[in-house]
């Protein structure tokens, strides 16, 4: 095999595939790239077992063929050559020779028989969603993905598309995020990505692969969720496991709701979260007499209140919260005003986009048993 | 700061709140029979001289109108639950030394409740408020002159000995108040012409130890204000468990597991009553050939109900494959946090009004349990053996 490529191009392409290759595995040739050298183009192919990805880069191919080589020592030999272009051929034993003006490095490599497959060539009907569409659904529920490993069904986010709607939903048990948007074309309701799970690794590659706009092309073949944009393909295994049913723990009747300038809660609940620690983040809201009161109560580290103008005069309510929780349940809001709608005792608060239902975000509350204790 | 909470005279409180005719008079509680003592007397028996440990025919003569009442320790036990329940809602560092007396450390948590002053007088009025007996509290900067002051002011009492009075409360304090000091200690140290902690600290520490021993050091220490010991909670009980040895081997899984739900049901109303949650259960087999086995889980919430303890319990069970007979077997429950702290709740479990209903269940067999005996309530399914 022996190509010549463009560097930038190059070096793009391997960079793409260190969020895949880069972490410990027990099999040494996961930590490898595949390189095909097919006429006219390199493919690059990276993968974990759960997660593949292919692309396509424009280079010159002197001799076609295939080798895999360390993607992490690959990427850093292209940043450090500054060349316009990069040479690659494969000699003797596997031995990769990069070279670039009178650079030259050289890496083993391991043959491509041993790299597992990942297939890019089945053409199966997809669905075409705009970049930023996807962008947006998985920033307004990525924060909320369980990464609790007992519970392997909420280790990733439900993604449906069913008639002219995606929606995304996340929850670690102790939020919930939802997020809703309408796509221009009806697909119907037979699509076979209406209520798949996406692991959080993989939802965090399709997040890269998003950047930058355009449409890409979904689909589902065994198991496998199928990404495509442009030249590049992204396959990632879907959790096998049964989604709770989660429209059931969306309060029917509303509470308590009151709206608020979203930046200034924000800092206000930031103020709080200054007492948080990793045993205890911890706010109690207060809401009484057209005011909210913010107080954060850490036996470690001290105490801090805050207060914030609100319109509402009916019954005090007393509810806690992990401010953390509430401080990324209310991030991904669009626009200024924010809505949150409480409940006292043990019920859910809900983050929502006043008049829209693209977005909303239910918390549940902490418990304050020292409350008791107090008086 | 160091709590030291010291109940007054406890037994013969109790005796007094379970029946208020006895108030104002000479209450005895002690031993029977005429080689019995007095475990505990009212402040009015104590004016005529009667003190605890004093044998019973004595106190008798000292105090003929008094009432003579024999201990009823279980009692006493249930409002001393009590009472430590209130107190590790002040601070999760409680030590119970005793069945009405406590340390507790309340670094860090005083300007929680406005102050040590503040917090020793809520400590009092909850006591009062929700147990109707009365205590003496004293508070300083370590547990032996916390323990000092509880018993400088009885009953009913409060006093602190502020880091900075420290030294002068030192200097004039007598030795006989000393934890430790007793009679024979006490005139040595008269005759070597020490009579207060500020007579020990002029002292030299070698001749203080040739003559008592390792107390000399002890007492030199006190004598600088200085005890290191902690405050070391009970609650820090790592796990709670319970097992039996079956009265014959056993293969048969239903057989096993009424006990295993039996035992699990106890651990649970131990958890309750100790104020905790456990996220880990585990069951233990021992088999006919003594070998041992356990199998856990661990659950995302730590709990104390007796339904989730007995699910889990049964479920390990159930995932155990029997090969040989069983002789022994056990639950225990660990990874235990105080229940007093904030607890995230489920989003899946909020709608589930099966928890709420359990806590209520537990909360009403508790009740029941602690009024009638253990034998007065249990689950329908742990019958048959019984």
Redesign the interface.
Known sequence: MHFSIRRDSFLEGIQKTLSIVDKRTTLPILNNILLKAQPGTIQIVATDREIGLSSYYKATIHDPGEITVGARKLYEMLREIDGETVDCQVMENNWVHVTSGKILYKIPGISADDFPEVPDSETMESIIVPCEVLKSLFEKTFFAISQDEMRPNLNGVLFSISGGKIAVVATDGHRLSLANARLDNDVGNSSNLDGIIIPRKGVSEIRKLVEGGGESALWVVDGVCVLKKQETLLRVSLINAEYPDYKRVIPQEEGVTVQMDKQQLLHSLRRMSVMSTEKFSGVKVDIFDNRMVLTSTNPDVGEARDEIDVSYTGDRMVVGYSVRYLIEGIEPVNGDIVSFDIRSGDGPGVIRVPGSDEYMCIVMPIKLRTEKGLD | MILHIDMDAFYASVEELDNPALKGRCVIVGGQSERGVVSAANYEARKFGVHSAMPIFQARKSCPGAVFLPPRMARYGELSELIMSILR??SPLVEPISIDEAYMDIS??ER??GGVGEMAR?IKRRIREEVGLSCSIGAAPNKFLAKIASDMDKPDGLTIIAPEAMDSFIQSLSIHKVPGVGKSTGERLRSMGISTLGDVRRYPEDLLVKRLGRFGNRLTQFARGIDQSAVTPDSETKSVSAEETLPSDTGDKEFLKRYLMGQAERIARELRSLGVRGRTISIKIKESDFRQVTRSI?I?EATQSSDVIIREAVRLLDGYPISKKIRLIGVSVSHLTS??????????E??DVRNSHRRRLDEAIDTITERFGTDAIGRASLKEHK
């Open positions: 809602e002040f860090g948590c929680l409740f809520r661990s995302r229940a007093a702290e904030p607890v995230q709740t489920d989003i899946f909020q709608t």
